[in-house]
């Protein structure tokens, strides 16, 4: 009697929406000067376990009118991404922001955004790119990971989605998704021409 064939592994890509010119010339430059006027107040990352070795960068936790832009249209489109995302709709509540500015030597590891316990309501996350121009840095790419379906156990595969640290775009993404920001290199050492975002997470209400 022949052994039954084990199905071969699914690969699950999970979709991404992704929004360039995302807000008006007028608004990003004000955006940009506030935080580069703001870098005194920014302060080393860290996470909810307080791990040091997989997240390196500086936050800053704003004040609401100046990502207000951000938020307010995040919130906006967010009905009409979510079928494209393929993930059921919500009732949106709190549309969470900080901002991020990613240095010389800033990465972030292999993480999720959901947390069923510390963070139960998170839905989607974002980050929106800006950088002071000409663009002076390098990497910062987004790695968007795959799952992989075996034995009807769902794990993170080793293939991945980029997602370019483009000025002045947002991409959105299921926030249970496995992802990990790459090493990023800033020649000068300046502040000023640091991977700036504005990033967040959309939640149920």
């Known amino acids: 009697m022949e052994a039954s064939a084990v199905p071969p592994p699914r690969i699950i890509r999970h979709p991404v929406a992704l929004i360039d010119d995302f807000l008006p010339e007028t608004t990003w430059r004000a955006l940009l000067a506030r935080v580069l006027a703001s870098e005194a107040q920014f302060q080393p ?53 900080q901002i991020t500015a990613s240095v010389d030597g800033s990465f972030f590891g292999v993480h999720t955004d959901a947390d069923k316990l510390k963070v139960p309501k998170r839905y989607l996350t974002y980050v929106y790119y800006f950088n002071r121009p000409p663009k002076a840095f390098t990497g910062g790419e987004l790695r968007i990971y795959d799952d992989i379906l075996r034995n009807n156990k769902l794990g993170r595969a080793d293939t991945f989605n980029v997602i370019e640290p483009l000025h002045n775009r947002i991409v959105l993404f299921w926030a249970r998704t496995m992802h990990e920001v790459m090493p990023v290199h800033v020649p000068s050492r300046s502040f000023a021409d640091a991977r700036f975002t504005v990033n967040g997470w959309v939640n149920a209400a």
């Open 45 to 97: 990352s860290a996470t909810h376990d307080a791990r040091s070795d997989y997240r390196r960068s500086l936050v800053l936790n704003p004040p609401p009118d100046l990502v207000q832009p951000v938020v307010d249209r995040v919130r906006r489109l967010t009905p009409g991404v979510l079928p494209s995302l393929r993930v059921q709709p919500i009732e949106i509540g709190v549309v969470e922001a």
